[in-house]
């Protein structure tokens, strides 16, 4: 085997024409695992290239949302007659405004926030449409112009299609004319504890007992 692989002709020996042939097998299967490797490397650039993209279009949609919850806040502070607040005061949604709103301009700066963020979740996300609940929007001592203000505010703010729950001591400062039409109004007794009536329990649970056996079970 030695002198086969020693012999040689034209100056070549037979071990470097295996050696040869051996180098060309090493190169065609590193080839071959570059090839492979540079699918792969194209592959995860293409995914790195779209989650670039992913975050354009998600800085673009912030600044979009932002922009609209501002211009929401700059029209329902001025509806409430609420001028004490800058700009800088709702620059985020999560930026809390109490701090510079005081006495009875802060109730009204704060029902501006809230329907601004009902709006702005309304119109950017599948938030579902549930029925709002008020309690007793006549806080801090509000004058007459400023009582209009909320009540006016309230009902033609209300989402398209949206149930009012609206609690108040009393409608007495409510001038009739903004009063949705169809308004069904309740009126409780002075009784202690008359919303909560033994003879209609059963009844109230039959509706929605099941419901709220759900919304425990999530």
């Known amino acids: 085997m030695e002198l086969l692989l020693n012999r040689k ?19 065609v299967s590193l080839k071959a ?21 992913d975050l354009k279009l998600d800085s ?32 985020e949604p999560t930026r809390v405004i109490k701090n510079n709103a005081l006495g009875s301009d802060l109730p009204r700066a704060l029902l501006a926030q809230y329907f601004s963020l009902l709006h702005t979740l309304k119109k950017f996300g599948d938030t579902k449409v549930c029925p709002l609940v008020i ?29 009012l729950i609206l609690g108040t001591i009393s409608t007495q400062a409510v001038p009739e004319a903004i009063i949705p039409e169809g308004t069904n109004l309740i009126v409780l007794s002075n009784e202690k504890y008359a919303v909560l009536r033994r003879d209609q329990f ?3 649970v039959s509706e929605v007992g099941r419901m709220h056996e759900l919304l425990l079970s999530t």
């Open 135 to 163: 309690d007793s929007p006549q806080q801090q001592e509000q004058d007459s112009n400023n009582l209009d203000a909320i009540f006016k505010f309230i009902f033609s703010k209300t989402l398209d299609g949206q149930q």
């Open 9 to 27: 002709k034209s100056e070549v020996s037979l071990r470097d024409i295996v050696a040869a042939e051996g180098n060309k097998e090493m190169v």
């Open 60 to 91: 673009k949609k912030k600044k979009e949302i932002i922009e609209y919850y501002q211009s929401r806040m700059k029209e329902y502070l001025s509806l409430l007659n609420v001028f004490v607040l800058e700009e800088s005061d709702y620059a």
């Open 33 to 53: 695992d570059i090839a492979a490797k540079d699918e792969l490397i194209e592959d995860v650039q293409k995914l790195i290239d779209g989650l670039k993209n």
């Open 202 to 204: 059963d009844e109230a």
